[in-house]
């Protein structure tokens, strides 16, 4: 069974504007026996009002008004109600009229007198014809909406394909750079043991020398000789230790502990070349998951490279803080930084701008941060100095 709401379909309102009361009741008349609601108004301030009240579909508005011409009326309620369509009615048609008023908005045009059949009849063409607009629009809008989804999307998605690119190109670059220092350290550790006998040799025959030489100067300089002898051999104990050498991994180390042995050991070093060393410590860093000697190493490293760039003195600067799980440490020196067009290859295996440099102590050094989660780079080089930025994770 039906309700009364279900079999009395919901009448469609509708605003008549018009300063003649005879054709406000007809028109009222005609439209409430046809399936609408009719408002009525006798002037244009009214009828937006009652517009603003009901929006209704249709609006019948009078071209010829006392207060304000229907022109500036029709113009009003487009403006105000985009979605409200108007039906002008006048008296006086003409074709200029006509277009003048279709130009500012209006969708249909009725010359008075007019018979009840052909006002229905219009008043539902337009109402069709405003359906069938509104349905465009939200199609419309709907389209606009889609593609602008689209777009994102796909902006999207050359991010995401980008930020890929940019890892796997960082990946096969750090591949490459694990393919040197391993072919370095097989490399290192056969070439020393050949190294190791010629050398011995020539300690051997410059001590047999010192025994049958009395000159000064010719012991001076076998003595020198010996030096360099030594010092080559201990490069290369150094590097059969590492070769050989199994890792002590723990899961409390300190860094700042780190830190402060490596500067204890290069004590001497930093009193003889007049270096000022400023530690700010931040905060007791929490322990990380490291092997100490291998931690040592990569600021070893740091720092031999920092007291090179100051040789005339400065300042080595320490900073270390904690920030989302991670203990970051910065290194600086107030050096004459490292040259723009040389920056991206310091990391380079057997790369070096020293003369006397075996290219190694930064590759490993950054070799190591990375084997532990980490990483080192170069936060900062300019004639002031230079800054290198390390972080490593906290231990789980």
């Not at 009326?73 to 003409?94: C, E, H, N």
């Not at 100067?217 to 003595?223: K, M, P, R, V």
């Not at 075996?358 to 080089?381: C, D, F, H, K, W």
Request: hydrophobic share 40%; charged share 25%; with cysteine.
């Amino acid at each position: 069974m039906m309700t009364d709401t279900e079999a009395r379909p919901t009448k469609k309102p509708v605003v008549i504007i018009d300063d003649d009361r005879n054709i406000l009741e007809l028109a009222s008349l005609i439209l409430s026996k046809n399936g609408f609601m009719p408002y009525i108004a006798d002037s244009a301030y009214e009828g937006l009002g009652l517009i603003s009240r009901h929006a209704p579909e249709l609006v019948l508005l009078d071209y010829m008004m006392p207060d304000v011409d229907g022109l500036a009326a029709l113009q009003k309620i487009k403006a105000r109600f985009p979605d409200t369509y108007v039906v002008m009615l006048t008296g006086k048609g003409s074709e200029e009229v006509a277009v003048e008023l279709m130009k500012n908005g209006a969708s249909e045009y009725i010359l008075k007198p007019f018979n009840n059949r052909n006002l229905v009849e219009r008043l539902n063409n337009v109402l069709r014809i405003r359906e069938i607009e509104i349905h465009n629009k939200q199609l419309q809008k709907q389209q606009e909406h889609l593609l602008f989804e689209i777009e994102q999307w796909n902006l999207e998605l050359q991010r995401r394909v980008r930020e890929k690119t940019d890892a796997l190109q960082r990946a096969q670059e750090e591949v490459a750079q694990s393919e040197k220092l391993a072919a370095m350290g097989y490399l290192s550790a056969g070439m020393a043991h050949e190294i190791r006998n010629p050398l011995n040799s020539i300690s051997l025959y410059i001590q047999l020398m010192r025994q049958t030489t009395t000159e000064p100067d010719q012991l001076e300089y076998q003595a020198k000789v010996l030096k360099e002898v030594d010092r080559i051999d201990s490069i290369i104990r150094k590097l059969l230790d590492a070769s050989r050498r199994t890792r002590s991994i723990s899961s409390n180390v300190q860094i700042n502990q780190v830190i402060d042995n490596v500067l204890e050991a290069f004590s001497p070093q930093i009193e003889t070349r007049k270096i000022e060393v400023d530690r700010t410590y931040h905060c007791i860093p929490s322990p990380i998951t490291a092997d100490p000697a291998e931690l040592e190493q990569i600021f070893t490293n740091l720092f031999l490279n920092a007291m090179d760039a100051m040789n005339a003195g400065g300042r080595l600067t320490i900073e270390i803080t904690q920030k989302e799980g991670r203990v970051i440490v910065w290194v600086g020196d107030s050096g004459n930084g490292i040259a723009a067009e040389v920056l991206p290859q310091i990391f380079e295996p057997f790369f070096s701008t020293k003369g006397r440099g075996t290219g190694m102590g930064l590759p490993v050094a950054q070799r190591i941060a990375r084997m532990y989660e980490g990483n080192m780079e170069v936060e900062s080089s300019s004639s002031e100095g230079t800054v290198f930025r390390l972080e490593f994770p906290v231990c789980r």
